[in-house]
């Protein structure tokens, strides 16, 4: 490959800035005129005014902590590597608590921290998410690859503590967390405590770490009391009191809800349409919706009928008393099979099938968890439970998240949403999926909230071109990102390459895409029919077939998006993308994935798969 186009970087000379806001700062200014260069200098040069007059606090960032030599103390430093935003919100929590507390405490995304400060951390806690096949969260990558690569320093003077995240449905469970944990002691860092591995009810041992992990601060840290206090390069700010959040969504009115897939179509989508006014429901493109959604009331009756169990009687977990049937229906996941109801149930049933299952292969059970409900468990393997025992073993029922597929720049006071329908029949009875039978039901109102994706976002320079490639409701963020583009006149190419099962009924928002087309808002549109002819062909394959033309939008400093299925399509188009630049670009197989490395680090290769 010929270099790839840079962002050219401010001088480095004694900068206060750490290198991700580098990165940003030349994304901003590139390609602004002399005029707009002049405003952003004077806008920043009263903002550092200000600051010198005591009318506004001090921003913290990076190396900008202008204390007295000498009088700064040991820090901590939570570094979180989330994909869904849980392991944000728990090192936010515990930042608060930190300094709350009085002790010095930073929180930053592991997509944001400067790896080169690695070396001199002295108290690091991290908290790591486990995504798809045993991966790290996409904005993670680049420090877990410095971890464990030959560049990473000796740590002995560190101090950490992990807290993994996973799902132990799949075969490598918390194998991010896990393989973290190691590499610091393999360093030669010290654990201050045993790494916790938390399943998707993650809550109480979350909470037990955070505990742990205050009272190793306190010892190691000690409060301040009157001495000087190191600002936190990352503060929590609490939202407003209107705004909403996972644990308090604001309830939104649905203004339209209509199936967009033609009716030969065997995978209906539905598009929503919600009220979001900007103070309670604030987005950008690229950013998803958290759903909070109940289960299905056939689905409901049918768990009871198979346990002879009454619905109405009242059953007390967790210091809450509600009948069974709320249980059910509000507050336990129902449609999602975990290990532990499988294991138990194993154990109540004696089923030896069942108990060979538990026992074997983690591919195997990964398959059954994949695939079965509770229902599904519950038809093949009879065993007895009481009420009070299920609902202690269901997990909580957790919100679904769904990419926002609209800007606001364009839609206003809405936010959209593209939903696939779960539904299906097995053992001759039916099976939905929970969350997108109740959205394509006829609910008037949603509860909502907003989950920042800042891992995936159109470039600020907007004469970048872009690539969006996705299947099925991969597609959505796309919408949101022709808006926002379309209504901000960027001047940057927009290119679409899309899978579906057949071009007609399943090709979303087709209408839109095509008159984006005829009105040059979409500069390339190209169409993968998996089910159309003899040959599946998928988007993969779209790439391979226009590689010539693909690798020079990269050379010409293209941004590539990447939307769907974590398990197949990722790394398919992956794979595609890899032989484009060995096959167009000239490099050997290692050097291709180096290539590609060096697209994410520069962010220009984004993916939100799941």
């Known amino acids: 490959m ?26 901003l200014t590139q390609g602004l005129d002399a005029g707009a260069l002049l405003y952003v200098s004077g806008y920043a040069a009263g903002l550092a005014a200000a600051q010198r007059r005591g009318l506004l606090p001090a921003q913290a960032g990076g190396r900008a902590h202008e204390e007295t030599p000498g009088l700064q103390r040991p820090r901590a430093t939570v570094l979180h590597a989330s994909q869904t935003g849980n392991g944000r919100r728990i090192a936010e929590a515990l930042l608060a608590t930190l300094e709350a507390r009085g002790l010095a405490a930073r929180a930053v995304a592991a997509g944001d921290y400067a790896v080169r400060e690695l070396a001199q951390e002295r108290l690091l806690y991290l908290i790591a998410s486990t ?80 505990d742990t992990a205050l009272r190793h601060a306190l010892d190691i840290l000690k409060p301040g009391g009157d001495e000087p206090r190191l600002a936190s390069v990352s503060p929590l700010r609490a939202p407003a009191p209107s705004v909403a ?23 209906p989508v539905t598009h929503l349409e919600i009220a979001a006014p900007a103070d309670r429901l604030a987005y950008e493109p690229g950013d998803a919706a958290g759903i909070w959604h109940h289960n299905p009331d056939f689905i409901v009756a049918r768990i009871a009928e198979m346990l002879k169990l009454d619905l109405t009687a009242s059953v007390a977990c967790g210091g809450e008393e509600r009948t069974l049937g709320e249980w059910l229906m ?18 109540r049933s004696g089923a030896p099938a069942l108990e060979a299952l538990v026992r074997g292969g983690a591919q195997a059970r990964a398959a059954a968890l994949r695939d079965w409900q509770l229902l599904d468990l519950l038809e093949a393997h009879a065993a007895d439970w009481t009420a009070g025992d299920l609902v202690a073993a269901l997990r909580p029922l957790a919100p679904r998240l769904y990419s926002i597929a609209s800007s606001r720049s364009e839609v206003g006071d809405e936010l959209h949403l593209t939903v696939a329908a779960v539904d299906y029949r097995r053992h001759g009875a039916r099976r939905v999926g929970a969350a997108s039978h109740f959205l394509a039901s006829e609910a008037p109102a949603l509860r909502v909230y907003i989950e920042p994706n800042t891992r995936f976002r159109l470039p600020a320079d907007g004469d970048r071109d872009i690539i969006m490639i996705g299947a099925g409701t991969g597609i959505a963020p796309y919408r949101g990102f022709l808006q926002e583009r379309g209504v901000a006149g ?9 899978g579906a099962r057949r071009l007609a009924g399943d090709f979303l928002y087709q209408a839109e895409w095509l ?41 010409g400093g ?52 799941y």
């Open 330 to 347: 509000h507050h336990r996941e129902i449609t999602r099979l975990s290990r532990p109801v499988l294991e138990a149930h194993a154990r």
């Open 2 to 27: 010929s270099a790839l186009p840079a962002l050219p970087l401010p001088p480095t000379d004694a900068q206060p800035l750490p290198d991700a806001r580098l990165r940003l700062l030349a994304e």
């Open 558 to 609: 293209a941004s590539l998006y990447v939307c769907g299925d974590a398990a197949r399509l990722a790394p398919a188009v992956h794979a595609a993308l890899a032989d484009v630049v060995r096959t167009h670009g000239g490099h050997a197989q290692d050097s291709a994935q180096a290539c590609l490395d060096e697209l994410v680090s520069a962010r220009r290769y984004l993916r939100d798969v």
């Open 245 to 267: 959040t996972r644990d308090a969504p604001v309830v939104a009115e649905v203004l339209v809800r209509q199936r967009i897939t033609g009716r030969a179509s065997d995978h």
């Open 131 to 210: 995504h798809g096949d045993g991966d790290p969260p996409e904005d993670a990558r680049a420090f877990f690859d410095f971890l464990l690569g030959r560049k990473a320093p000796g740590l002995k003077g560190l101090r950490y503590a992990v807290l993994a995240l996973g799902d132990s449905g799949y075969p490598k469970f918390c194998e991010a967390g896990r393989i973290a944990d190691e590499r610091l002691a393999a360093l030669g860092a010290t654990a201050l405590a045993p790494r916790v591995d938390c399943d998707v009810d993650f809550g109480a041992a979350s909470a037990a770490w955070s």
């Open 490 to 498: 960027a001047r940057g190419r927009n290119w679409l390459i899309f």
């Open 515 to 555: 008159a984006a087309r005829k009105r040059g808002l979409l500069h390339r549109l190209d169409f993968a029919a998996s089910r159309d002819g003899a040959w599946k062909v998928y988007v993969q394959d779209r790439l391979r077939e226009h590689g010539a033309e693909l690798w020079r939008w990269i050379e």
